[in-house]
């Protein structure tokens, strides 16, 4: 049987509480792996609060192996022309000519990185197919995108909803909203870095201390032709212009702010850019703006008995690098077949579990990353000496790569069992002897196990795994060295084989990943 006790009898298998991007793609993830699925959030509409800007090398490849990437492509070619219109403008007053390395990597510790110093040849960067040409999407426009696919998947998403509390027991979750009670099996909180979720459960949630007030906004300006483009460092600290109009940034070492829920004001940024800038400017109207910090704090495990974390609710760090939504989405894309296949009766012991081991690693990097940049960005004579060496090793071409690297997460890799260099690391986007490409065969967001050989072997390995496993055979012209591979849902490698040596394995990996076969 594919589903068992694990459906509650009335209400969502899973309430996933937060309606952004982590948890609509949460959502997604787990309509496409059979479960019933409500999204509760506290907001009427969309957030259009200015966030994040881009996404990076795993994002787009998890949107691109579920179909969604020419949309992105889309909503990047408005932006860039938004782009255009603003370096045109600033080309027109003087200012410099910007650079955009690959993936939108941006900078480091408001060092920006040089395109022209990146190595393209660097084999970290190979295999990634047209996921490699989409990377500036904002927030919002991506926020927009996944709420309409989650309808479209059968989603139901509650807006003006507030989760007020809940009780969770060895069957389910009560959830608790100002609208009502809702039983479910499961409740995954992807309801912020303040998340009521992680507070309510219980989890542990240690860090350090913000030290910096950052401000970003979108504001009509006079003034800003005085202004640098792009990152600007001084002797108070850090601010941005641009890339796209009207764009601000500033980010003052003074402390958090006394107040994070007070609005963000046009006489607050006026000041706090012309502390930084030292430069005459007036705000004469406020679009969109807000405050963070550098408070750095992750929780110890993602999930507490029927309680699950993803995205900022897990962790929290300075937004430096555009780490946060990234870190997010591949919390979600690791999550949503682990659970929808705990809800669904077929996963393999100790599945669910895997969520914490293969994530946690990874999201404490990236608190790490962000630390630094806080260290390397800090005004005091120490600091600044630090940031010398930082920029030398940044006009290298070693260096700038490895950088680029790390920003644009295309490092991630996952420790599981097996002896092939491809196994724990994002699959690479082979193409197909019938034109297609690997991401094309996960749409559906279940496990696949190409067989690039003809091996009825491999093929056989798949008996009973129906509706959990797709088998594609085919050749790869281009990697005549590979024989099979097992992918898991998330993209990621469970199982490789290659040419001419042993295809031995594949029915261990689907077991460990896709449960036992069904007689």
């Known amino acids: 049987m594919e589903d068992s006790t694990n459906h509650p009898t009335t209400g969502p298998d899973v309430v996933v509480a937060g309606g952004g991007p982590v948890g609509l793609t949460l959502a997604c993830e787990l309509a496409l792996g059979g479960t019933r699925v409500l999204v509760l959030e506290r907001l009427t509409e969309v957030d259009r609060t200015i966030k994040a800007g881009a996404i990076n090398s795993p994002s787009a490849e998890a949107f691109h192996r579920r179909g969604l990437l020419p949309a992105l492509a889309e909503v990047q070619k408005e932006v860039l022309g938004r782009f255009g219109s603003f370096v045109?403008?600033?080309?027109?007053?003087?200012?410099?000519?910007?650079?955009?390395?690959?993936?939108?990597?941006?900078?480091?510790?408001?060092?920006?990185?040089?395109?022209?110093?990146?190595?393209?040849?660097?084999?970290?960067?190979?295999?990634?197919g047209p996921a490699a040409d989409v990377g500036l999407v904002p927030q919002e426009s991506l926020e927009r995108l996944l709420a309409g696919r989650a309808v479209e998947l059968g989603v139901e998403i509650r807006r003006g909803v507030v989760l007020t509390g809940f009780d969770a027991d060895d069957s389910g979750v009560t959830v608790h909203t100002d609208a009502g009670p809702v039983r479910t099996g499961w409740?995954?909180?992807?309801?912020?870095?303040?998340?009521?979720?992680?507070?309510?459960?219980?989890?542990?949630?240690?860090?350090?201390a913000p030290e910096i007030t950052g401000r970003q906004a979108l504001v009509e300006l006079e003034g800003a032709e005085a202004l640098g483009v792009g990152w600007q460092t001084t002797d108070t600290g850090h601010y941005v212009h641009g890339p796209m109009p009207g764009r601000i940034l500033t980010v003052e070492f003074d402390g958090p702010?006394?107040?994070?829920?007070?609005?963000?004001?046009?006489?607050?940024?006026?000041?706090?850019?012309?502390?930084?800038?030292?430069?005459?400017?007036?705000?004469?109207?406020?679009?969109?703006?807000?405050?963070?910090?550098?408070?750095?704090?992750?929780?110890?495990?993602?999930?507490?008995?029927?309680?699950?974390?993803?995205?900022?609710?897990?962790?929290?760090h300075s937004p430096f690098g555009g780490q946060g939504l990234n870190l997010g989405i591949g919390d979600a894309m690791n999550l949503g077949w682990k659970l929808a296949a705990t809800v669904r009766g077929w996963a393999p012991e100790g599945l669910l579990d895997?969520?914490?081991?293969?994530?946690?690693?990874?999201?404490?990097?990236?608190?790490?990353?962000?630390?630094?940049?806080?260290?390397?960005?800090?005004p005091d004579p120490h600091a600044r000496a630090l940031r010398t060496v930082v920029a030398d090793l940044l006009g290298t071409v070693e260096g700038t790569t490895y950088f680029v690297e790390k920003i644009s997460g295309v490092w991630h890799h996952y420790d599981m069992p097996g002896g092939h260099p491809l196994v724990g690391r994002s699959a690479p986007d082979l193409v197909l002897d019938d034109g297609s490409r690997l991401g094309d065969h996960l749409h559906h967001g279940r496990?696949?196990?190409?067989?690039?050989?003809?091996?009825?072997?491999?093929?056989?390995?798949?008996?009973?795994?129906?509706?959990?496993?797709?088998?594609?055979?085919?050749?790869?012209?281009?990697?005549?060295?590979?024989?099979?591979?097992?992918?898991?849902?998330?993209?990621?490698?469970?199982?490789?084989?290659?040419?001419?040596?042993?295809?031995?394995g594949a029915a261990a990996a689907l077991r460990r990943w896709c449960g036992d076969p069904v007689s």
Not at 187 to 208: E, Q, Y
Not at 467 to 490: E, Q, W
């Open 447 to 504: 496990a696949v196990l190409f067989d690039l050989a003809g091996h009825p072997a491999v093929r056989a390995a798949a008996d009973g795994y129906g509706g959990r496993v797709d088998v594609v055979t085919a050749r790869c012209p281009g990697r005549p060295d590979l024989a099979a591979l097992l992918v898991r849902p998330d993209g990621f490698t469970a199982w490789a084989a290659d040419a001419g040596g042993a295809a031995e």
């Open 88 to 128: 045109a403008r600033t080309h027109a007053a003087g200012a410099p000519a910007l650079k955009q390395p690959p993936r939108f990597a941006g900078h480091f510790a408001a060092l920006p990185l040089d395109a022209a110093l990146f190595d393209a040849s660097d084999p970290a960067f190979g295999d990634t």
């Open 354 to 378: 895997t969520y914490t081991a293969e994530r946690h690693p990874i999201g404490a990097w990236v608190l790490d990353w962000t630390r630094a940049q806080i260290a390397v960005m800090r």
């Open 257 to 316: 702010p006394a107040d994070r829920e007070a609005p963000v004001t046009a006489a607050e940024l006026e000041a706090s850019l012309r502390r930084v800038a030292g430069v005459d400017v007036k705000v004469t109207a406020v679009r969109t703006a807000t405050r963070f910090t550098d408070n750095a704090r992750q929780a110890s495990t993602y999930r507490e008995g029927r309680v699950l974390l993803a995205g900022d609710a897990a962790h929290v």
């Open 187 to 208: 409740l995954v909180g992807c309801d912020g870095g303040r998340s009521t979720v992680r507070k309510l459960a219980g989890f542990a949630f240690p860090g350090t």
